[in-house]
């Protein structure tokens, strides 16, 4: 018996065979959930081959989290394939590179506005477009960075970051009386076509390893995709607005 049996999920940011979306689409499928994907412009091509290299080749829907017709047409296009969600994952970032590797101070609004954007306040736009299909029980689960800290190199994006924690828990808060949860999990780096276009991102990734008390491969997203799942599963019932950390264990350590 699969974790995920009989569920099924809308995965967003599947872009390449590197993408933790990959591997949470991957997985949740062999725990025996049924997958559906999301993507957009350039990208829905990349995803739909991805899609046909699924241990189940599972359809893509049209998602660019920053247009309101596709928010809007969300639940209509997913019907067409299932009539609920048990599941939302969230997989979704970008920041223009003028707000990232060391470019803090010389940030422009404009440019600042498109990371939170798509990096924050999509978290509220991807869970109220999929709400009429999730029904008690459900779950939203997001993918951060954690934002306690000033990293080098991450600059806005680790404001946005902290935004979109912020904004998991005010979901689990609006959320929970329809009984649909919201939850982050805070992934250590991996190394997938996102965090390899932060210029500087070896500041962040280096010496991870040796300071996590697990250690830490920044090559392998599965860690990561298997949490999300965890939590998307019926094993966390009661469990909101909680940020669970898959680091190898460094969010813990003094240094
Ligand atoms: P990725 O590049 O594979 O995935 C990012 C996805 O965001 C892509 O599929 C892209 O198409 C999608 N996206 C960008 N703009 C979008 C838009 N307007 N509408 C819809 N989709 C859009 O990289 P990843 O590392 O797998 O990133 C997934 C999530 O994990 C992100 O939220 C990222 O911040 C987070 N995360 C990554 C790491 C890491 O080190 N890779 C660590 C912690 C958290």
């Known amino acids: 018996m699969g974790l995920l049996d009989g569920k099924t999920l809308l ?22 959930a049924t997958v559906i994907l999301t993507s957009f412009g350039r990208t829905a091509r990349l995803t739909a081959a991805i899609a046909r290299r699924l241990p189940h ?9 920053t247009s309101d017709e596709d928010l809007t047409l969300l639940a209509e296009r997913v019907r067409e394939h299932t009539d609920h969600l048990d599941g939302v994952v969230h997989s979704i970032g970008f920041a223009p590179q003028t707000v990232l590797g060391g470019n803090f101070l010389s940030a422009q609004w404009q440019d600042v506005a498109t990371a939170i954007q ?20 459900s779950g939203v689960v997001g993918l951060t960075f954690d934002a306690s800290f000033a990293w080098p190199v991450y600059d806005w994006m680790g404001v946005a970051k902290a935004a979109f924690e912020s904004t998991s828990r005010y979901l689990a808060r609006d959320l929970g009386p329809a009984g649909i949860r919201c939850n982050l999990v805070a992934a250590g780096p991996v190394k997938t076509t996102a965090a390899t276009s932060i210029p500087g991102f070896e500041k962040i990734e280096s010496g991870w390893s040796a300071r996590a008390p697990l250690g830490w491969d920044m090559t392998d ?10 939590l998307l599963s019926d094993w966390f019932p009661a469990t909101t607005g909680e940020i669970v950390h898959v680091d190898g264990g460094v969010h813990a350590m003094g240094s």
Do not use: N, W
């Open 11 to 32: 995965v967003t940011g599947v872009l390449t065979e590197g993408s933790i979306a990959y591997h949470v689409a991957r997985l949740a499928q062999l725990e025996g």
């Open 57 to 65: 080749e599972c359809p893509v829907v049209q998602l660019d989290v």
């Open 221 to 230: 997203a599965v860690p990561t995709a298997k949490a999300v799942l965890a």
């Open 118 to 137: 798509v990096s924050a306040f999509s978290l509220k736009s991807l869970a109220v477009a999929a709400q009429p299909l999730m029904p008690p029980g």
